[in-house]
């Protein structure tokens, strides 16, 4: 297993990590991600639902998202492509 990085050396930028690339990073399903937000299940990101039906958004914060899964991708534009081992 490789060491964890040390957060000093890390820029974070509040950029939103997006679901899929989470669900690509963790090995689990978008919907399993988004519905363990939505319950409060997982405390990577948040869930919020809009003013008119049952339609969410989601905000997974890079910062936060590393905080909780230990998952940082330093190239979002590469984001399909094997992330960053942290």
């Not at 990085?5 to 978008?30: H, M, W, Y």
């Not at 969410?56 to 492509?81: I, Q, S």
Request: contains cysteine; hydrophobic residues 30%.
């Amino acid at each position: 297993m490789a060491a964890k990085k040390n957060t000093d050396t890390l820029a974070f930028t509040g950029r939103d990590v997006p679901i899929s690339e989470l669900a690509q990073a963790t090995g689990k399903s978008s919907d399993f991600l988004k519905r363990g937000l939505r319950e409060g299940i997982f405390d990577f990101g948040y869930a919020m639902k809009s003013e008119s039906g049952n339609q969410y958004r989601y905000f997974c914060p890079d910062k936060l998202v590393w905080e909780k899964l230990g998952y940082f991708n330093p190239d979002p534009d590469k984001h399909n492509d094997e992330p960053e081992e942290v």
